[in-house]
């Protein structure tokens, strides 16, 4: 027996028998076609996505240019170099109770500069510029009559703006105040419509900042005044008497030191301009058109696979494709 014949030819190995999917160079194709689809897809509405794009662009240079120009002017304060030094000088020179003055005078130890900040930002500022210097017309000048002198109603339930709309409008859109810790500095800005009037209203805020910081301490140094003299009408002890005067020339020194200063507990180391027509800090017109164009850009090339899946859809699928038509997209109203 001849044993080629007797031996049995080989199987091949069924398909599935494979431990591994088959590599070669049509994976490569495969995704070359896939990215090729896609690049197609956009070829096939590019006159839709320019036309959004286009579209999109000019809308945004109209409404751009549209839009109110809003100017800024800013202000920079910082603490006054006697005041830092009195913070150190007042406790050591009059104990326990110096140390108190200094707190509640706004100097001595850190909080000096956060009670400026704090004071800016304010309700009670606020309200005390509103009412001092009668800004609701300029704040709300498309309800305002300038010629009656009168707000201007439509009808018995239309309400004049009132003054906690006024402290709402300041403090959301209008008054920035930030805190520069690594200088020791505040700055204050005002946006408006008008350049002038910018810098006219940073200029009463400091104004009533610093007046709301020497009433309080003209107060605090009245009341200690009026307490130190009771204390010597009671008192026949000679030495404490002489500390009881050398307490209530501290507070006559303090009081006349508050007195003496244009803008008491700060100084401005850069004062508020009235900023040139063409420097004005909104709107952004370049980055607003930018934007519109870039973010309509990625909308077109979205409604375009949109597009192009509702079409195959269509075609490989037209039941589900009027399914789709009727029950969502183009249902009609029934009566």
């Known amino acids: 027996m001849n044993d080629k014949q007797d031996k049995p030819a080989p199987v091949a190995p069924p398909a599935y028998y494979a431990p591994y999917p088959y590599a070669g160079p049509y994976a490569e194709e495969n995704d070359e076609i896939n990215l090729l689809d896609l690049f197609l897809v956009l070829v096939r509405h590019k006159v839709m996505i320019l036309t959004v794009v286009v579209i999109t662009g000019i809308a945004a240079v109209i409404i751009s240019l549209l839009m109110q120009n809003i100017y800024g002017s800013e202000a920079t304060i910082s603490l006054r170099s006697e005041e830092k030094g009195a913070s150190f000088s007042l406790p050591g020179a009059f104990g326990g109770l110096g140390a108190m003055v200094a707190g509640g005078f706004g100097i001595g130890g850190g909080g000096t500069l956060e009670k400026l900040e704090v004071v800016l930002k304010s309700r009670a500022l606020s309200t005390r510029v509103i009412e001092k ?15 009656k002198k009168a707000w201007i109603t439509k009808g018995p339930k239309d309400k004049p703006p009132t003054l906690q709309d006024g402290i709402k409008i300041i403090q959301k859109n209008l008054l920035k105040v930030n805190r520069d810790k690594k200088n020791n500095t505040i700055s204050v800005m005002f946006e408006y419509p008008d350049p002038e009037t910018v810098k006219i209203i940073v200029d009463y805020y400091l104004t009533e900042l610093s007046e709301t910081l020497r009433e309080e301490v003209l107060k605090d140094s009245k009341d200690n005044q009026h307490f130190f003299n009771k204390q010597l009408e009671k008192t026949s002890d000679a030495l404490l008497r002489e500390k009881i005067y050398t307490l209530l020339a501290g507070e006559i020194e303090k009081e006349t030191f508050a007195l003496a200063q244009k803008y008491y507990s700060f100084v401005i180391l850069d004062p508020p301009v009235v900023p040139d027509i063409d420097k004005k800090v909104k709107p952004k017109r370049a980055l607003i058109c930018i934007l519109s164009v870039v973010v309509a850009f990625f909308v077109a090339i979205f409604l ?14 037209p039941e589900r494709y009027k399914a789709m038509k009727d029950g969502i997209f183009f249902k009609k109203k029934t009566g």
């Open 133 to 147: 210097y009668d800004l609701m017309p300029i704040l709300f000048p498309k309800e305002w009559d300038a010629v």
């Open 304 to 317: 375009s696979f949109f597009l192009e899946f509702l079409g195959r859809v269509k075609l490989e699928d």
